[in-house]
């Protein structure tokens, strides 16, 4: 069976059970809110926000929300990461726990800085 690759955020999470999507809009919408100038786009068939280069990456799964904000951002807080299960540039929210936002909001906003300085040198 071929899955079809989402054309938009609201495609994507459109795919997915009403509980998840709920889930999955107050990701993005902490998200929008931590980087207002990220443009959202669909890459690797997942959402994500751009801004001076790809800020983060999300997607669903079966039991958890993964988020994918690049080895960088996961280094930055490994501390408040560690209680996850997680990868180098991963981590995995359980779905039956409540989600961090605030502790996004702070990777986003991390990542958002890190692009922009990364941009200022170019």
């Known amino acids: ?11 994507y999470i459109g795919a997915f059970p009403n509980d998840v999507q709920e889930i999955l809009e107050k ?6 809110q ?3 100038d990220a443009k959202e786009k669909i ?10 280069g790809i800020v983060v990456y999300f997607a669903a799964f079966k039991n ?13 807080f490994a501390a408040e990461l560690s209680q996850y ?12 726990k409540p989600m961090p936002f605030d502790l996004i909001t702070k990777i986003v906003k991390f990542r958002v800085k890190q692009n922009l300085e990364k941009a200022k040198k170019k």
């Open 64 to 76: 958890h929300i993964g988020l994918y904000a690049l080895p960088s951002g996961h280094e930055a």
């Open 27 to 32: 990701v993005r919408a902490t998200i929008q």
């Open 43 to 52: 890459s690797y068939a997942m959402p994500a926000f751009e801004q001076n």
């Open 1 to 11: 069976m071929e899955t079809k690759k989402p054309a938009n955020i609201e495609e």
């Open 85 to 96: 299960k997680s990868g180098k540039g991963s981590v995995q929210f359980p779905l039956n």
């Open 34 to 36: 931590a980087a207002p």
